[in-house]
């Protein structure tokens, strides 16, 4: 199985910081790479797919970049709606596998 | 729009099983996968095991050989992913989510608690 890892594990910020998040796989992975976003009690949200795919209706601030095993979420001016947990997951080979989560807070 | 509606909250025993279903509308149900994520209390997400609905096949992760089971009725649009010899480590949300041949997981449903206690 290829094992994702995140970094770091949680941060804090403020409204309006430039926030990055980097995902890293064990072995590379092309582009098969994706973003989601997850708030308390609630189901993740697939916000970047394919490395650089934003979804529709995903919000502009919002970037990724990457490819091979290293890769990165970038949100360009955080806003209080983007506090949350987020996790990358490869689609490069079964099983798919997720990261363990970064933790955005105030 | 596309809509992954689960059933309710279930509590188990040790060594009991659960089925959960997800319930499908909005989009053409047999041209997509079906996939199973489940998220213990604190955790991260762990894959399960996913459903091809045109074929009914199925492919589960390792950890979960010989205990899980998804099958699909196409003619009510649902998929339900039923969990046997259920222990403690089994209490999360259990969410089933849609993908088209690469997994990337573009609609969730609502999640399911299961909860296992004696």
């Known amino acids: 199985d290829i094992q994702m890892t995140q970094s770091p594990s949680s941060l804090s910020a403020s409204v309006g910081d430039r926030v990055t998040i980097t995902c890293r796989a064990s072995q590379s992975i092309s582009s098969y790479l994706n973003w989601y976003q997850q708030k308390a009690g609630k189901a993740p949200k697939l916000l970047i797919s394919?490395?650089?795919s934003l979804q529709s209706g995903v919000p502009s601030r919002f970037s990724g970049s990457g490819s091979g095993t290293d890769f990165t979420l970038t949100i360009s001016s955080l806003q209080p709606e983007d506090f949350a947990t987020y996790y990358c997951q490869q689609s490069y080979s079964t099983p798919p596998t997720f990261g363990p989560g970064t933790k955005v807070d105030i | 729009q596309v809509q992954l509606v689960q059933s309710g909250a279930e509590v188990r025993k040790p060594g009991a099983s659960v089925k959960v279903s997800c319930k499908a509308s909005?989009?053409?149900?047999?041209?997509?996968?079906i996939h199973w994520v489940r998220q213990a209390p604190g955790q991260g997400l762990e894959w399960m095991g996913i459903?091809?609905?045109?074929?009914?096949?199925?492919n589960n992760a390792q950890k979960f050989q010989g205990r899980l089971t998804m099958t699909r009725d196409t003619s009510t649009s649902t998929v339900y992913m039923e969990l046997s010899s259920l222990r403690s480590e089994d209490t999360a949300v259990y969410y089933c989510?849609?993908?088209?041949?690469?997994?990337?997981?573009?609609?969730w449903g609502q999640g399911t608690l299961v909860t296992v206690s004696s």
């Open positions: 989510t849609r993908s088209g041949y690469y997994p990337r997981f573009d609609y």
């Open positions: 394919d490395a650089s």
């Open positions: 459903i091809n609905i045109s074929a009914g096949t199925t």
């Open positions: 909005g989009f053409t149900f047999t041209n997509y996968y």
